[in-house]
């Protein structure tokens, strides 16, 4: 059973979903985990070693949640990208753009 969606058309990549605040969430406590870990690390001490392991667990899954939301965003911008440069070599070759 999946937790969160996997599949995304450009339409519903762009608007804000519970996975957008779910990788929202866990990216900020990821980063701060890291932070505190790695100064109780420097310390060493063994919760920071812990604290630090546990944060980039929790960013590792923040960043599975919303990457297929992103590679749909991404997908459709490399498509437009590919007609706009075609249209523009087309403009530089003096060709009509409609053909």
Do not use: C
Not at 39 to 49: A, K, S, W
Not at 53 to 60: A, D, E, F, K, T
Not at 82 to 89: G, T
């Amino acid at each position: 059973m999946k937790f969160w969606k996997t599949e995304w058309t450009n339409e519903e990549a762009q608007l804000w979903t519970k996975e957008d605040g779910i990788a929202a969430v866990l990216s900020a406590i990821s980063f701060g985990g890291i932070i505190v870990g790695t100064v109780y690390t420097f310390l060493l001490m063994p919760i920071g070693f812990i604290t630090l392991g546990l944060s980039i667990v929790i960013g590792v899954v923040g960043v599975l949640i919303i990457m297929p939301k992103m590679q749909s965003i991404s997908r459709e911008y490399e498509k437009k990208q590919a007609e706009y440069l075609k249209d523009l070599e087309k403009i530089t070759r003096w060709e009509d753009r409609d053909g």
